[in-house]
């Protein structure tokens, strides 16, 4: 059996928790931004992927307030144009819950879980010591879906990656990253078993099916 939903049918908390139970696992982007004041902002968000290599985009999806009201990373990043984004480990995984919690705009989530920031070198938001790997962006685009939803397409300017995660020839030593991503509701996965899968030539496919 097989369940249909339409989701015009449904209310908008249902499709949240279906999409985030079945589109899984997500990584996670621990966002470093800086309010006019001064003040650092970290904040964890899942709906975020690569988009693009040429130019290097990558995509966030930014949640308002009630009213429309602007989380601080959203007004951060639209006052500014500049945020980092900081990968999570699984060392780094109870931090990044703590920046989380919704602190007042005026108190610094970095210094509440208790985090290190060390000085990017393109952008004013700093970046997170404590990240495998971090990368510094500048806002490309936003875009506004509705009252609740924007958005955020950013380009990268500059890598700061943990000599132990990847090597001169730029490969990614996975069991050295350890990235934890996001399921649904308090769930999250950390990296289970690694396989491979290479990619045949048409010929190649080709030939196995004769």
């Known amino acids: 059996m097989t369940r249909s939903l339409a989701v015009a049918d449904l209310a908008p908390d249902r499709v949240y928790k279906i999409l985030c139970g079945l589109i899984v696992p997500?990584?996670?982007?621990?966002?470093?931004?800086?309010?006019?004041?001064?003040?650092?902002?970290?904040?964890?968000?899942?709906?975020?992927?690569?988009?693009?290599?040429?130019?290097?985009?990558?995509?966030?999806?930014?949640?308002?307030?009630?009213?429309?009201?602007?989380?601080?990373?959203?007004?951060?990043?639209?006052?500014?144009?500049?945020?980092?984004?900081?990968?999570?480990?699984?060392?780094l995984a109870e931090a990044m819950n703590i920046t989380a919690i919704n602190f007042p705009p005026d108190m610094s989530?970095?210094?509440?879980?208790?985090l290190t920031l060390a000085p990017s070198l393109k952008v004013r938001p700093p970046r997170l010591a404590e990240s495998p790997a971090a990368m510094e962006c500048r806002k490309?685009?936003?875009?506004?879906?509705?009252?609740?939803?924007e958005l955020l397409v950013g380009e990268v300017v500059q890598?700061?990656?943990a000599d132990e995660v990847m090597d001169d020839a730029f490969n990614v030593d996975v069991a050295a990253y350890q990235p934890i991503a996001r399921l649904f509701g308090n769930l999250y996965a950390h990296q289970g078993e690694v396989f491979e899968l290479t990619r045949p030539t048409f010929a190649e496919w080709q030939a196995q099916k004769d």
């Open 26 to 91: 997500r990584p996670i982007a621990l966002v470093t931004s800086l309010s006019e004041e001064g003040v650092v902002n970290a904040a964890p968000f899942s709906f975020f992927n690569v988009f693009s290599e040429a130019p290097p985009l990558i995509v966030l999806g930014l949640q308002h307030k009630p009213g429309r009201v602007l989380k601080d990373t959203t007004l951060n990043i639209r006052e500014s144009g500049e945020f980092v984004v900081n990968m999570v480990d699984g060392a």
């Open 140 to 149: 490309t685009v936003s875009l506004s879906f509705g009252p609740h939803r």
């Open 109 to 114: 989530e970095v210094e509440a879980a208790g």
């Open 159 to 161: 890598f700061h990656i």
